[in-house]
Antibody, heavy 116, light 107 residues
Framework: EVQLVESGGGLVQPGGSLRLSCEASGFTLYSYWMTWLRQAPGKGLEWVANIKQDGSDIHYVDSVKGRFTISRDNAKNSLHLQMNSLRVEDTAIYYC?????????WGQGTLVTVSS | DIQMTQSPSIMSASVGDRVAITCRAS??????LAWFQQKPGKVPKRLIYGASSLQSGVPSRFSGSGSGTEFTLTISSLQPEDFATYYCLQHYSYPFTFGPGTKVDIK
């Protein structure tokens, strides 16, 4: 069974940092692009970033460029999102998902709260 | 960036109704569109990819159509478990963008 499990969320002050992780099982991570998405409380879905199988191609939404870094460790079947200079508006559930385009499946998500 | 709109934003419907949700792109996106269903407190689930291909395991009452700038998600006979919010996602050009969602609730 394909499974994605996110971790690393929590409460952080504005300007702080967090590193999210996504552990994949049931499939070989190196065969797929991987994606991060997010959903602010009570709001819609937002695509955040994705990364090619070997890490050679990466894309971000403009609002996180220069602050967030997506990476992967295929040997450990894991995906990461390093989030720096966090803002209140980054508060959201962060999901990892398999694939480049019509992403599927998604993990259960991890909540990031940016507040003083 | 490509802007996605959806209509209606909220829809009240009854079990057995035929439901159609429209998604429009601000520029042509070929068939680079997926549809997702999200129930309250749950993870989004992909229903349709490539604008019209049904995800494995998804009931056949769901269908997708369209190309270019206008797309439709149709539920042929609404079931109780279909009350949810539906989102479209364009993956034609970066950054990929979602529509604002359409909430289907009970009439």
């Amino acid at each position: 069974e394909v499974q994605l499990v996110e971790s690393g969320g929590g409460l952080v002050q504005p300007g702080g940092s967090l590193r999210l992780s996504c552990e994949a099982s049931g499939f070989t991570l190196y065969s797929y692009w991987m994606t991060w998405l997010r959903q602010a409380p009570g709001k819609g879905l937002e695509w955040v970033a994705n990364i090619k199988q070997d890490g050679s191609d990466i894309h971000y939404v403009d609002s996180v460029k220069g602050r967030f870094t997506i990476s992967r460790d295929n040997a450990k079947n894991s995906l990461h999102l390093q989030m720096n200079s966090l803002r209140v508006e980054d508060t959201a559930i962060y999901y990892c998902a398999r694939g480049q385009y019509g992403v599927d499946p998604w993990g259960q998500g991890t909540l990031v709260t940016v507040s003083s | 960036d490509i802007q996605m709109t959806q209509s209606p934003s909220i829809m009240s419907a009854s079990v057995g109704d035929r439901v159609a949700i429209t998604c429009r792109a601000s520029q042509g996106i070929s068939n680079s569109l997926a549809w997702f269903q999200q129930k309250p407190g749950k993870v989004p689930k992909r229903l349709i990819y490539g604008a019209s291909s049904l995800q494995s395991g998804v009931p056949s009452r769901f269908s997708g159509s369209g190309s270019g700038t206008e797309f439709t998600l149709t539920i042929s006979s609404l079931q109780p478990e279909d009350f949810a919010t539906y989102y479209c996602l364009q993956h034609y050009s970066y950054p990929f963008t979602f529509g604002p969602g359409t909430k289907v609730d009970i009439k």
